[in-house]
């Protein structure tokens, strides 16, 4: 990453509540592509940009640090079509994964086109777990 293009882009803020930790971050305030399909930011055009996860995690009516019940979120910017070397830049979106413990146990996955709906649905994720202590499935 140059230091040019670090300078200029900024992390998304985002409403974390209590009991959670960003594992990793590159998920800044532009997305990876404009409306042309011209790449923004090339160190923000990965499947990689946000992993959140429980450091806390509540189970059966109390809080614990139990890590077999530990929730996460990972965002990352994906291209169609799937399985090509070659990227698509005209049709990406953000994909949102929520897990438990690890990549075997998906709970949720949505996709979203800008980086406003992907920002409001990670806060409504983080918010729901925040309340229920889960995340259920969508059917």
């Known amino acids: 990453m140059s230091q040019s ?4 882009c900024k992390l998304v803020r985002l409403r974390i509540p209590g009991g959670w930790a960003v594992e990793w971050n590159t998920f800044f305030d532009e997305a990876p592509v404009d409306a ?3 790449p923004n930011r090339l160190h923000n055009d990965s499947p990689d940009l946000l992993l959140i996860k429980q450091i ?3 189970h059966s ?3 614990t640090r139990n890590k ?3 929730m996460c979120i990972d965002v990352g910017w994906h291209y169609l ?3 090509t ?3 698509d830049r005209n049709h990406g979106h953000y994909k949102i994964t929520a897990y438990r413990n690890n990549w075997k146990k998906i709970i949720r996955i949505n996709y979203q086109q800008t980086l406003e709906g992907t920002i409001a649905l990670i806060e409504e994720w983080l918010d729901e777990i925040d309340r229920t202590g889960e995340l ?3 059917e």
């Not at 293009?5 to 200029?8: E, L, N, P, Q």
Request: proline share 4%; hydrophobic share 20%; glycine share 12%.
């Open 5 to 8: 293009a670090s300078s200029d």
């Open 36 to 38: 042309h399909g011209k």
């Open 56 to 58: 806390r995690t509540y």
């Open 61 to 63: 009516g109390k809080w």
């Open 68 to 70: 077999k019940y530990v």
């Open 81 to 83: 079509p799937y399985g």
């Open 85 to 87: 070397l070659e990227k």
């Open 136 to 138: 259920f499935k969508e």
